[in-house]
């Protein structure tokens, strides 16, 4: 009866999307234990004592920047879950964890149109933002618009 139960928890966590655990810990230990970064944000991260090396899994998901010894810059790139480790002079792990890349749920609005998706950024007036995941005519109508704009604002500058 156990293969079964631990079947199904890995079947309900390929569908939900949720991470495999091992018997000895739960789901709840997992998320507790991973840092948590919004894409497009940046989030200060700090070690007990001096690092010396920062690995991050896939630095396309998140990226590190050291601010100093025993202070970190987490900045999501996109969403996405990967790894930090970060070392001591003596290669002896000070952090080994999770990290997690969510969106940003704060002031936005998904609009959904069949299978398409649009985002807005509401703050209070909703305008269109540049969102992963969103329907390619609508990310491509607001990135032309923000180069666009940044080209007028750069050719006024000069």
Known sequence: MKHKLIGLAFAAALVT?????????SVSDVNNRSVLVTVDQAKVFRVSRPANTIIIGNPSIVDATIQDDQTLILTGRSFGVTNL???????????????????????TV??????????????????????????NRAFDFASGQIQVRNQLSLSNSN
């Open 110 to 135: 998904r609009i959904y149109r069949r299978d398409s998706r649009a985002t807005m950024a509401c703050s209070p007036v909703c305008e269109p933002t540049l969102t992963i995941g969103d329907d």
């Open 85 to 107: 480790i970060v070392l001591d002079e003596n290669g002896d792990a000070l952090v080994d964890q999770p990290v997690v890349v969510q969106a940003s749920e704060a002031n």
């Open 17 to 25: 999307g949720t991470p495999s655990v091992s018997s000895a810990e």
